[in-house]
């Protein structure tokens, strides 16, 4: 009796999704877009109203956007269905590698100029293809502009 719940247990639980397969989605993938760029907009939006009052704040602000996009584009990669996960993963390792480049900006400003050109010129039809899927598939929540 003991063998036979063990048995009923285990294939129980080899039924059930993993966590990996039942993340990926386009709903998830376009929720996680969303639930972090609305905010994000916001955040700098203000930031640019500011600007003329508390400028380095505001230029402070702007150095984190390499790192606040590729915190998106993780959450993004960790959802994304097949299709756009490839290029979602890309284009988060870009911003990952643009955000360590950024690092030496004072001691390297013209390598890290030279880098980050590269970066960009390296990854952009990844990026083409994420702006399409996201166009595509992942229409503004009510409310969103």
Not at 74 to 80: E, F, G, L, R, T
Request: proline residues 7%; contains cysteine.
């Amino acid at each position: 009796m003991l063998r036979a719940i063990a048995l009923l247990t285990i294939a129980a639980l080899a039924l059930l999704p993993t966590g990996c397969g039942s993340a990926r989605s386009v709903a998830a993938y376009c929720d996680a877009f969303w639930s972090r760029a609305v905010p994000m907009h916001d955040r700098y939006e203000a930031d640019g109203r500011a600007a003329r009052s508390n400028p380095l704040a505001a230029l402070v602000d702007l150095a984190s956007v390499p790192g606040d996009f590729e915190t998106m584009m993780d959450a993004m990669a960790k959802a994304a269905p097949e299709e756009i996960r490839p290029d979602t993963e890309a284009v988060r390792d870009a911003l990952k590698r643009l955000q360590d480049s950024n690092a030496h900006a004072f001691s390297n400003p013209l390598g890290v100029l030279g880098d980050n050109l590269g970066l960009a010129l390296g990854s952009s039809s990844q990026f083409a293809r994420v702006n399409a899927y996201l166009a595509r598939h992942c229409p503004p929540p009510a409310g969103v502009v």
